[in-house]
Antibody, heavy 120, light 106 residues
Framework: QVQLQESGPGLVKPAQTVSLTCTVS??????????WSWFRQPPGKALEWIGY???????KYNPSLQSRVVVSLDTSQNQFSLSLTAVTAADTAIYYC????????????WGQGTLLTVSS | SFELTQPPSVSVSPGQTATVTCSGD??????TSWYQQKPGQSPVVVIY???KRPSGIPDRFSASNSGRTATLTISGAQSIDEADYYC?????????FGGGTKLTVL
């Protein structure tokens, strides 16, 4: 049974850099069949795709966030991470990690989400 | 790069057919998927590869994708189908996401 679990600091101050981690169980991240994505959802607002990483290390990002985002992969730990720089209150959201199927691009498994609040 | 446009809200009476649209240039040339998200829950894929239902998704969910519009259809909508629905396009290994549609069943 594949499971994804996000973890993060919960609360960060404006202008800081934040890192979130997604731990995958029941499946290997070192496979060409899937890619590993991050999404976010501000309270009461729509889902937004942030970016993904493929097992080879290649990445794709949402152009609107590309300048502040890095997604990395640690296959030895079966984890992938999101780094977001220069955060502001607008980055307050629930952050989800998800597994995407490479052939058709759909996300088959999602984590439960972790709330990140940016506040001084 | 292109944007996906969904209506903010759709209402349907129980037992009737609900239709949620997703529009974007050349959307018909991409693989489209649809997600259902209920309050406080993570999204769940209900349609992938334009028209396919994952196992466990009721057959009242169907979809089409042609030209500029992808359509999610829920036949015989039930109160449990009340949720936000998002479309996603997969094109050249890039992901495009719609703004979501709130489906109300009343």
């Amino acid at each position: 049974q594949v499971q994804l679990q996000e973890s993060g600091p919960g609360l960060v101050k404006p202008a800081q850099t934040v890192s979130l981690t997604c731990t995958v169980s029941g499946a290997s991240t070192n496979t060409g069949d899937y890619f590993w994505s991050w999404f976010r959802q501000p309270p009461g607002k729509a889902l937004e795709w942030i970016g993904y990483i493929f097992y080879s290390g290649s990445t794709k990002y949402n152009p609107s966030l590309q300048s502040r985002v890095v997604v990395s992969l640690d296959t030895s730990q079966n984890q992938f991470s999101l780094s977001l720089t220069a955060v502001t209150a607008a980055d307050t959201a629930i952050y989800y990690c998800a597994r995407g199927a490479f052939t058709y691009g759909h996300h088959t498994m999602w984590g439960q989400g972790t709330l990140l609040t940016v506040s001084s | 790069s292109f944007e996906l446009t969904q209506p903010p809200s759709v209402s349907v009476s129980p037992g009737q057919t609900a239709t949620v649209t997703c529009s974007g240039d050349q959307l018909g040339n991409t693989f489209t998927s649809w997600y259902q998200q209920k309050p406080g829950q993570s999204p769940v894929v209900v349609i992938y590869q334009d028209v396919k239902r994952p196992s466990g998704i009721p057959d009242r969910f169907s979809a089409s994708n042609s030209g500029r519009t992808a359509t999610l259809t829920i036949s015989g909508a039930q109160s449990i189908d009340e949720a936000d629905y998002y479309c996603q396009a997969w094109d050249s290994k890039t992901i495009f996401f719609g703004g979501g549609t709130k489906l109300t069943v009343l």
